[in-house]
């Protein structure tokens, strides 16, 4: 990632921190924003590029948190987790999202700076995910 990717990459989730830190505290909130992330994701398959790749681990990461099933994460990522999923629902953001084309440039770079910041943390949970998925691989791999 570029210096000036991780720049706007930081500064795109100091917009979300206190934000994430209260929802990352309230599951109940925390699950309506991962409803959000989800539906976005399907609404705009078409210009999200990257996004669909790491968004679904990430929304994964953050409804095992919210359901109290994976609790084997650092605060410090859970909150970078809850900041990467506020950050893509935000409309409104660095480069706003309904701007055609470059709308979803600054949540990607965002995602994958919480995507490389939470590497190794993603890879145990997804070991995790592996040794207790449900018999439905759909559940891992969904549509979006």
Do not use: C
């Not at 210096?3 to 990459?9: E, H, I, V």
């Not at 100091?14 to 209260?22: I, S």
């Not at 994958?112 to 449900?134: C, G, H, S, T």
């Amino acid at each position: 990632m570029s210096k000036p990717d991780r720049s706007t990459a930081r500064r795109g989730l100091r917009l979300v921190h206190d934000d994430a830190e209260d929802l990352a505290a309230n599951p109940s909130r925390l699950r309506a924003v991962i409803r959000r992330a989800q539906t976005q994701l399907r609404e705009d398959r078409s210009r999200i590029g990257s996004l669909r790749a790491d968004m679904p681990r990430l929304t994964r990461l953050a409804s095992a948190i919210a359901r109290g099933e994976y609790r084997h994460l650092p605060w410090k990522s859970v909150v970078l987790v809850v900041a990467g999923l506020l950050y893509f629902v935000m409309p409104a953001d660095l480069i706003p999202d309904f701007i055609l084309g470059t709308g979803f440039l600054d949540d990607a770079v965002v995602v994958a700076y919480v995507m490389k910041a939470i590497r190794d943390d993603l890879a145990r949970f997804e070991d995790w995910e592996l040794q207790n998925a449900p018999a439905d691989p759909e559940t891992l791999n969904p549509p979006y």
